[in-house]
Each structure stands twice: as structure tokens, then as C-alpha cells.
């Protein structure tokens, strides 16, 4: 296996697709060579800029995320796009609408576009997603971009893994409101009013410069707010400026460093809570376990602390 691991790692280095393709099926389905693969693949990535794009359905951030690399690849840099859907299967409808919207990239082979499901992964989908970070960064994509939609703790944890994170507001949704609620407000590093050719950006975009000025971020950071139009490509150089001036802010880029210090922290807990997960239900516990449990404790007749002790009992023994 070794061997096999080993060239399978070269051609990924060398950017061939299918062994791109194939190495992230191998984490999606926690395949045993993945460990293997993901340690050798780690010493040549870390140099790629991971930006996350975040914001309500149907926001826009497809559209830009497509119009971003579209302007990286201008700029002679290998892209790769991760977009994680909330709730459907690969075969699902918001993602078949993301691979038309993208097709302008299909063709490009230094565009590497891939589509991940946040149901069924057990830990989350963080861990998962931050693996093809891994192995698209190795593989050579200089920018990658992950497009989440921010509702839900596992967009928002995607949304974490990345060095710089995108929050796309639209007028006329009150949306400034939600994004607040979600507590979408502490990972924006940036603010995308897009749709700005409808009514009401200018007025957002007033709120939302009023809002943050009466909360400044404590890194000293002070989140831009751009407007956009999408669709058309206005106002993304401003983006890919300001995601420029993120990346160098501070004293030798030291908030970059500060936050990759806290994001290791918090991923190598992700790593040992999923893989302490992984060993119980490999050693103790089947799913069916954890159903009788489950009933057991919503019907009161036992309490949840005996029953999770018992879960980990004889597994704690070893
Ligand atoms: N008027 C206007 N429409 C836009 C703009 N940007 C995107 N759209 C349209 O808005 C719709 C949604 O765009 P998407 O890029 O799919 O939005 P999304 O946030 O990726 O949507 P989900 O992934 O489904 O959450 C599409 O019909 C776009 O053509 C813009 O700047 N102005
Ligand atoms: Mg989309």
C-alpha cells in the first residue's frame, strides 16, 4: 500500500484530476488509505489562500465565487471551489444549478470545482472539508474558495476553516438582521452588499458601516463594506483588494498567524472528537445503540449522564 499511496501522491502534486477526484471520495467515504494519504499530501500544502464565501440562499455567492476565480485565473493562479450544500445530495438541485451557473470554469482545466453534502458526516463536515482544502492546496490550487450557505453550525464552522471569510448581504431582505442572528456578524472579515443594482444597497450598506462602528473588532480589523453586482462583475476587484489587504494586515500579517494558531487549536479538537467518535462506534456502539438510548432517555426512563457513562464504559476499560 505504501508504494501505491506514494504514487497516487505524485500525480495528485502533479494535479492530475483523477487522482484529485479520487482522493476526495476517499475522505468523503472515511476510506482507510486516507490517513496515509492526507499526512504525505500536508507537507506540500499551506500555501494556498482559502476564502470562505458565506451569506444567505441565494445571495449570490455562486455568482461571485465564479466571477473570484475567474479573476485568479487572470491572475495565472490554479482555483478550486468547494460548495457545500446544506441539505441535498450530490445529485441535488442546488448543486446541479451551481455547476451551470459555473460553467464558464468546466472547461478550465486549472479550475478544480467540487461539490460536498454536509448530511451524514460523522463530527461535522468541518474536518471532512478542511481535508480537500488539503489536498487541493497540495495539488496546486494557489486560491481556493468555499461557498457555504450561512445557516446552519456546520456552515459556519466551514466557514472557520478559511484564512478570510466573505459575508454577501442583499437590500430588501432585512438580511443585515440575519446575518446578526446567525452569528454570521464575528467571522465576516468582509461585507459583500451584492445585488447592488437593486434598491435599498445604499441604505444597507449605511446600516451596516453604522452597525460595525459600534462594535470594532478587537484585532483592530475593520471589516470593508463592498457592494457588487454579481452577474455582471462590478465591483470585484474591490473584493480581491480587500481580500488582498486581510491577508497582510497587521504587523507581518500577524492576524493571519494568530488566527491559523487558533484555527489548528480548534481543528485538532475537530480531528480527536471525530476520531474518538470513530473509535466508539467501531468498538462499542452501533447507530442502532444510540436510537434505544435515545428512546429510552425522551421517555424518562433513564437520565441521559448514566446512559452516555454506559456508552463509554467498556470502551474506557480498554
Ligand atoms: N440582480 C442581480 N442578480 C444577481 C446578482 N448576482 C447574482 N444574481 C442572481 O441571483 C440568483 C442567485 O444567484 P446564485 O449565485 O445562485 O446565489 P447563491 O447564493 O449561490 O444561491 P444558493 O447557492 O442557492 O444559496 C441568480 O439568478 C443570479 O443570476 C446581482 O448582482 N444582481
Ligand atoms: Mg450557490
Keep these: ?141 494557489g486560491v481556493i474558495l468555499i461557498e457555504t450557505v450561512g445557516v446552519g453550525q456546520d456552515e459556519v464552522d466551514v466557514a472557520r476553516l478559511a484564512d478570510v471569510t466573505l459575508v454577501l448581504l442583499v437590500p430588501g431582505l432585512g438580511d443585515e438582521v440575519q446575518a446578526f442572528k446567525a452569528g454570521v456578524m464575528e467571522i465576516a472579515d468582509v461585507f459583500v452588499i451584492n445585488k447592488a443594482d437593486r434598491p435599498g444597497a445604499e441604505r444597507l450598506e449605511q446600516e451596516l458601516t453604522a452597525l460595525l462602528s459600534v462594535a470594532p473588532r478587537q484585532d483592530g480589523w475593520r471589516p470593508p463594506v463592498l457592494k457588487t453586482v454579481a452577474a455582471t462583475g462590478e465591483g470585484i476587484p474591490a473584493v480581491l483588494e480587500a481580500l488582498d489587504r486581510f491577508g497582510t494586515f497587521g504587523a507581518g500579517g500577524c492576524l493571519a498567524a494568530e488566527r491559523r494558531r487558533k484555527q489548528w487549536r480548534w481543528r485538532l479538537l475537530a480531528m480527536l472528537q471525530q476520531r474518538l467518535l470513530e473509535r466508539v462506534f467501531a468498538e462499542r456502539l452501533t447507530p442502532d445503540d444510540v436510537a434505544r438510548y435515545a428512546a429510552e432517555v425522551a421517555a424518562r426512563r433513564r437520565d441521559p449522564y448514566s446512559a452516555v457513562e454506559e456508552m463509554m464504559k467498556e470502551f474506557t476499560q480498554r
Excluded at 8 to 21: E, F, N, T, Y
Excluded at 33 to 61: D, H, M, N, W
Design 1 to 141: 500500500m505504501p508504494d501505491s499511496v506514494a504514487t497516487w501522491v505524485s500525480q495528485i502534486l502533479a494535479g492530475d484530476r483523477r487522482a484529485i477526484a479520487r482522493a476526495i471520495s476517499a475522505i468523503e467515504n472515511g476510506e482507510a488509505e486516507r490517513s496515509a494519504l492526507l499526512k504525505l499530501l500536508f507537507r506540500s500544502a499551506g500555501k494556498a489562500a482559502v476564502i470562505g464565501v458565506t451569506g444567505s440562499p441565494g445571495t449570490g455567492k455562486s455568482t461571485l465565487v465564479e466571477k473570484l476565480a475567474v479573476e485568479y485565473r487572470r491572475l495565472g493562479r490554479k482555483v478550486g471551489i468547494i460548495a457545500v450544500d446544506p441539505t441535498s445530495p450530490f445529485s441535488g438541485g442546488a448543486i446541479l444549478g451551481d455547476r451551470i451557473r459555473m460553467q464558464n470554469l468546466a472547461t478550465d482545466e486549472g479550475v478544480y470545482i467540487r461539490s460536498m453534502a454536509t448530511r451524514g458526516q460523522l463530527g461535522g463536515l468541518a474536518p471532512a472539508a478542511y481535508d480537500v482544502v488539503t489536498v487541493l492546496d497540495a495539488a496546486g490550487c
